[in-house]
Each structure stands twice: as structure tokens, then as C-alpha cells.
């Protein structure tokens, strides 16, 4: 059973008035942070600090990113309920949650076995249904392309061409482009088969590991 007290909702709530003051305005965006419960994601020794805007480690090298960093990524996709989205990165889940509870359709794709296995397991219990798949995500999911949203939850060296590939007509991929250590924010939008690139501010992910990512 997955608790979810007036505490922790109470916690999520300055999380949202927090990501509003960081300057996060799309409210189906803040309304799906308040919703998925967060401290369910993390294990009981890092429970206390499941509502600070901070990344965390998860196992496997990997960690649920900082919610500023979820909204952020999330906002520039401009989700649209039904929009079919792939999720580069499955990592905790947390990501997969709230693209669903925004209405998403979510293929979403794992390097890690055990994150994958695990994860797949988990959201379900939570109500929460993507399509699950484990493999090299830098390579996208070709067999199910193409998608309305692309979003890559890990930092690239370049941007794939297989996502670009796979990106429907006024479709848009959000993926973080550096190297190991900090990325720039990039939004790519197909329009009339060109490509439109726009750049944000520096983050830092764990790499993303594959065929055309980091090997």
C-alpha cells in the first residue's frame, strides 16, 4: 500500500510554490508534481529529504533528478493529453509518473536490468502504466516510432540522429547536450522537415550510455 499522509502532501505543495518561484508556469505541469507522490521513489534512510529540489541516488549509478530539473524538462515538451511520448531513461519512474499523469502516452526505455526490472514492477502498483522497455535508448524505440515528444533524461555528446529520426511532424525533443560533467538544455522541433534549435541553461545529468551516447 503506497501512504501518502497530509504531511507529505502538505511537503508537495511548497515544492510546487517553490518550482513557481524558480519560474516553472505551466500549471498542468506543477498540478502533475503535486499529485505523484515523490517519497515513494526514495528508500527509507533518504525519506526526509524526498521533497527538497535536489537529485538523489538511486542505484546503479543513476539518480531521480531534481524536480526543478523534471519541471523544467517537462514544460518545454508542451505535453498535450495523448501526445505519444518516448522517454529516454526510465531511471526511478518518477519522470514516467508524471508525463502519464499529464495524460502522455509513455514508452519509456532503460540501459540498467535492475532499474528497469524494478521500476516496471513499482509505477504499475502506483496506477501508473507506461509502456516498459529495456535496452539502448540512444537508439530510441524505432519499432514504435515516431512520437509527438521525445525526451532524453540523460547527458548526451551529441544529439542522436535516431531520435531525430523518430520525431513526428511538429514533434519536439528535449535532451541535455555536453559533456560528462554539465549539458546544455536543448529543444529540436520538426517543423516542415526542418529542424528548430533552441538552447537553455547548463544542467547536469549522468551520461547517457549506448550505441550514440557515451560508450
Keep these: 500500500m503506497i501512504e501518502d499522509n497530509y504531511k507529505q502532501r502538505g511537503l508537495r505543495n511548497k515544492l510546487v510554490k517553490k518550482l513557481r518561484q524558480k519560474g516553472i508556469v505551466d500549471d ?27 537529485a538523489f541516488p538511486i542505484g546503479e549509478g543513476q539518480t531521480i533528478s531534481q524536480p526543478y530539473t523534471v519541471a523544467f ?15 529516454i531513461g526510465t531511471g526511478s519512474g518518477y519522470q514516467a509518473a508524471i508525463l502519464v499523469e499529464m495524460g502522455a502516452k509513455v514508452y ?18 502506483m496506477g501508473y502504466n507506461p509502456f516498459f522497455f529495456f535496452g539502448d535508448g540512444s537508439k ?6 515516431p512520437y509527438d ?3 532524453v533524461t540523460a547527458g548526451a555528446p551529441v544529439i542522436p540522429t535516431s531520435l531525430i529520426d523518430q520525431l ?36 547536469a545529468f549522468v551520461p547517457l550510455l549506448g550505441e550514440q551516447g557515451w560508450k
Design 28 to 54: 498542468r505541469v506543477l498540478e502533475a508534481i503535486g499529485k505523484v507522490p515523490r517519497h515513494v521513489f526514495f528508500d527509507d534512510a533518504l525519506l526526509g529529504h524526498a521533497y527538497e529540489d535536489k
Design 73 to 87: 524538462q517537462t514544460e518545454k515538451l508542451e505535453i498535450k493529453p495523448g501526445d505519444k511520448v518516448l522517454e
Design 108 to 125: 519509456t526505455i532503460e540501459f540498467q536490468r535492475k532499474l528497469y526490472e524494478n521500476t516496471k514492477d513499482f509505477l504499475p502498483k
Design 140 to 145: 530510441g524505440i524505432p519499432a514504435k516510432a
Design 149 to 151: 515528444k521525445i525526451l
Design 168 to 203: 513526428s511532424e511538429g514533434g519536439i525533443l528535449i535532451i541535455p547536450v555536453g559533456d560528462r560533467d554539465k549539458q546544455k538544455m536543448v529543444k529540436v522541433k520538426k517543423t516542415s522537415g526542418k529542424l528548430i534549435r533552441e538552447e537553455f541553461d547548463y544542467f
